[in-house]
């Protein structure tokens, strides 16, 4: 199972922006289909972006569209979540998981099985 690494969490004000990363040690995510998924208090968890295996297209949940970007860093072997116009709402621990399935040809927001990061606290608040 592959382990997890998130980060660059914080607390940032509305309307600012925040970059979170997600890695492995030792192992490289190109071959995984990667979701971003966010847990606020008393809430469900939320899939809110995913990317699949190589970079081969990305998915959003309605609530970060067009905020929200997930890409790929082939140098590193890495997956961030670039996150601009930020909303007290999208306070949350945010989780990065990778699909546990390797030959699934698309990405899902919520894997039914994955390994998933310790998670990382974004706060939006003034």
């Known amino acids: 199972q592959l382990q997890l690494v998130e980060s660059g969490g914080g607390l940032v004000q509305p309307g600012g922006s925040l970059r979170i990363s997600c890695a492995a040690s030792g192992v490289t995510l190109d071959r995984y289909a990667i979701s971003w998924i966010r847990q606020a208090p008393g809430k469900e968890r939320e899939g809110v972006a995913c990317?699949?295996?190589?970079?081969?297209?990305?998915n959003y949940a309605e609530s970060v569209k067009d905020r929200f970007a997930i890409s790929r860093d082939n140098v590193k072997h890495t997956v961030s979540l670039q996150m601009n116009s930020l909303r007290p709402e999208d306070t949350a621990v945010y989780y990065c998981a990778a699909d546990s399935n390797p030959y699934r040809p698309i990405c899902m927001m919520l894997p039914p099985s994955a390994s998933w990061g310790q998670g990382t606290q974004v706060t939006v608040s003034s």
């Open positions: 990317i699949r295996r190589y970079g081969g297209g990305e």
